[in-house]
């Protein structure tokens, strides 16, 4: 299982605060998400894996879900229960060539943000172990 970091880890260790609190919680999150769900809207492979004709509730579950891993709100798991984020990813055909193409639509979100290195460092390390974590196939199709 993947973890947040605990403070420790994080840039300002003498600092009560979460990585979350740290980036600029809420709206640092939204950009963040809104970008990455404006690559996958326009993604062949990836959009057709949201069964929703808008992408809204997608983008609502993945900030919910990043906010409370990074240490905001805990409304995703209010909301939905445990993340079990391999289990919600099974019914999806995730190979190599997805998980790069969800890499760099959630790449170019990540640089949007002009984060400090540090932080950004921290947040990519994470999602680059997720998206390698989801991976669920390797057929080509």
Do not use: C
Not at 118 to 126: A, C, G
């Amino acid at each position: 299982m993947i973890t947040p970091p605990t403070d420790s880890a994080t840039p300002d260790a003498d600092s009560p605060t979460s990585f979350y609190e740290q980036v600029g919680g809420h709206p640092t999150f939204v950009r963040l998400v809104r970008r990455f769900y404006e690559g996958v809207a326009e993604d062949e492979v990836l959009r057709p894996m949201y069964p929703e004709e808008d992408l809204g509730p997608a983008e609502e579950r993945l900030l919910l879900f990043l906010e409370q891993y990074w240490g905001g709100p805990g409304t995703y798991s209010a909301q939905r229960g445990h993340p079990r984020l391999r289990m919600r990813h099974a019914p999806f055909r995730v190979n190599p060539d997805a998980r790069e193409r969800w890499l760099r639509h959630m790449r170019d979100a990540v640089d949007s943000l002009e984060l400090s290195p540090m932080h950004e460092e921290v947040l990519w390390d994470y999602l680059d172990r997720a998206a390698h974590a989801m991976v669920n196939t390797f057929d080509r199709d």
